[in-house]
Each structure stands twice: as structure tokens, then as C-alpha cells.
């Protein structure tokens, strides 16, 4: 089996391939940092797969076709391909510049478009295959100081829903499925363009990237429609739905201190014009493992929620049956006297 994976050099993307390759698939891996990558491509061949390293800016819709090309000639017909690259800049609307959203919005919208395209050229002529796009509760709810991030996000939802109706129209047997990560521990925060006073951070809870890619193995192999990671991200979508202004008010209080610590920021470099991991391998985990979660409950049980589902029609009909054997015997004394 083959994977192509994008943003793959770090974060969720470097934690999807070394999921991908203990599961027993060859990974196609593309990102820009080309020390990352080669990490990532020792760590999927450290467990026996081989692994296409792929140096590129996803926002170069024609150096995409051509890894996708380079792939299937290499590794062989990819059956999954993982949109995940992203690029963001935590600011106030009004210090953002025009460059600065169309950069986003190249990496972070238009990386995802032309990693699909990309994809469909292929799985389309087989009629198979599934396309994993990597969102977020920011997809559905936008929070403050990322506004290029979450406009990004809010554009793949648009996308993507259009291309479910044209593949059911098409009958078409090529899925496509999205996974709406929490707040994740990643180096993004140590090298994402800041303004904030503080040190950026993720809006806790925060979990491990490794969460993020058992969900993204787990819909490549099972496909639906979405799947939600972290009780955060539901009650953010759910929020959305039935109390935007509340969450408005809300963000507007906390949403500011949320998102940076009390360190101050220093000046440096950031990874908007080009990769910091170009010479240093930054691996999977950003620097906020005491603060991580290993496991996300909500998402555990989603993947078994057949089971779940069992075991809660098992209880129900338990107490059912429990409730009219109890009734009858209290009724059986009336009828013998």
C-alpha cells in the first residue's frame, strides 16, 4: 500500500508517516525542510518500508503533479493521500499584510487543492482510493489572531464538500474523508510568524501529534466522512452550531491569552518565506510534552463505536429485560391471593 503524505517533515504529518510505515505502507513524504524529511524517511524505513523523499512547496501546484508522478513511478498507484501541510501567522487583523494571507492561503487552502488534484488524476482512472484532508475545530469555528489559518481551513471545507457531491454524482468509489484535530503539540509554535506579546502556544487541552495520526491511519483504512479528534474540537463545532454569538463573546475574552504564554516572544525567524527545518531536524513534538495528552478518549471511542454501540444495546436491553422480570414478580403475589 501507498501513502503520500504532505507537511510530512514535522508535527502531525512526520507522526502520520511513522504510523503509516509500523502499519506496513510505503510513504511518498513532501514537505519543504529537507532535514526533516530525511528524518522522517529513516524513521519509515527503520521499520522496513521505503520511503520517496520529496522536496517541495505544496503551494507549486506543478511540482505537486509532479511528485504524485514521481511516486507512482518509484513506489507504485497511491492509494491514500494525506493533505496536511499548513503555514500560519498568529496576529490581529489589522497588523496582517496582504502577503502574508496570500502566503496562508497558498500553503494552507490552495496545498490542499492541488495535493486533491493531484490525487483524483490518478484514483479517478482506477476508481479507487481515499483522500485524507487534516482539519481542524477551526475549520468550523474560527478563533482570534489566526485569522489567514482559520480562513484557510473554513475554504477546504467549501472544497472538499463540493467534490463528495461530484464523486456521488460520478458514483465514483474514490472517498474522500476529513479529520478535525485539537489543539496539537507540534513545533509550528516555535517557528509560526507571531506579533503576540508571549510566546505562541496551543489552546489547551493539548495532545500529542501521535493522537492525530492514529485518527488519520484509522480513516485512510476505514473511510468516513469526518471524524472528530478531542472532546475540544466537538463541543467547538457543536458551539458553532447553536451558540456563534456566545462563542464570539467568549473568544473575545479568553481567546487572546489563550494562545501565548507568559514567556515573552523572542525575535526570530519563522517559517513563512522558508522552512527553519531545512538544516535541523525539528521531529514530531513541540515543546509542550508535559502538557500533552497521550490519549483522546472521544476519538477512541469513535473508532470503536460499533462496539460501543454493542455494549450500549447489550446494557439497554440487560436493564429492558431486568425492569419487566422485576414487574412481573411484583405482580405474581396479586394473582395468587
Known amino acids: 500500500m501507498i501513502v503520500v503524505i504532505t507537511g510530512a517533515s514535522a508535527g502531525v504529518g512526520r507522526a502520520a508517516a511513522r504510523a503509516f510505515a509500523q502499519d506496513g505502507w510505503d510513504v511518498g513524504l513532501i514537505a519543504r525542510g529537507e532535514a526533516g524529511l530525511e528524518g522522517a524517511a529513516e524513521e519509515v524505513r527503520a521499520h522496513g518500508r521505503r520511503a520517496l523523499v520529496l522536496p517541495l512547496d505544496v503551494a507549486d501546484a506543478e511540482a505537486v503533479e509532479a511528485a504524485a508522478e514521481r511516486v507512482e513511478r518509484e513506489l507504485g498507484p497511491i492509494d491514500v493521500w494525506v493533505n496536511d501541510a499548513m503555514e500560519s501567522v498568529f496576529s490581529p487583523v489589522a497588523e496582517m499584510t496582504a502577503d502574508e494571507y496570500r502566503r496562508v492561503t497558498e500553503v494552507s487552502y490552495l496545498g490542499y487543492v492541488h495535493g486533491t488534484l493531484a490525487a483524483l488524476r490518478r484514483m479517478r482512472v ?22 489567514a489559518y482559520c480562513g484557510s481551513k473554513h475554504a477546504i471545507v467549501g472544497f472538499t464538500d463540493s467534490l463528495r457531491c461530484e ?16 489543539a ?8 509560526v510568524r507571531s506579533r503576540l506579546p508571549g510566546r505562541a502556544q496551543p489552546v489547551p487541552p493539548i495532545f500529542e501529534p501521535e493522537v492525530a495520526a492514529r485518527a488519520i491511519l484509522h480513516v485512510a483504512k476505514h473511510p468516513r466522512r469526518e471524524l472528530f479528534v478531542g472532546g475540544s474540537t466537538l463541543l467547538a463545532v457543536w458551539g458553532q452550531k447553536f451558540l456563534p454569538n456566545v462563542l464570539d463573546w467568549y473568544l473575545g475574552r479568553t481567546g487572546y491569552d489563550a494562545q501565548q504564554t507568559r514567556e515573552p516572544r523572542a525575535n526570530r525567524a519563522d517559517n513563512i518565506d522558508a522552512p527553519l527545518d531545512e538544516r535541523e531536524d525539528r521531529g514530531a513534538r513541540g515543546r509542550f510534552e508535559g502538557q500533552a495528552r497521550t490519549v483522546a478518549p472521544v476519538l477512541e471511542l469513535s473508532i470503536h463505536r460499533r462496539a460501543v454501540a454493542a455494549v450500549l444495546s447489550l446494557a439497554v436491553t440487560t436493564l429492558a429485560v431486568g425492569t419487566l422480570l422485576r414487574r412481573d414478580a411484583e405482580r405474581s403475589p396479586r394473582r395468587s391471593s
Open 126 to 147: 482506477r476508481d479507487r482510493g481515499v483522500i485524507v484532508q487534516v482539519w481542524s475545530a477551526l475549520a468550523y469555528r474560527s478563533i482570534p489572531l489566526q485569522s
Open 167 to 182: 464523486l456521488i454524482h460520478d458514483n465514483s468509489h474514490v472517498r474522500i474523508t476529513a479529520v478535525h484535530m485539537p
Open 184 to 191: 496539537l503539540n507540534t513545533p509550528q509554535f516555535g517557528w
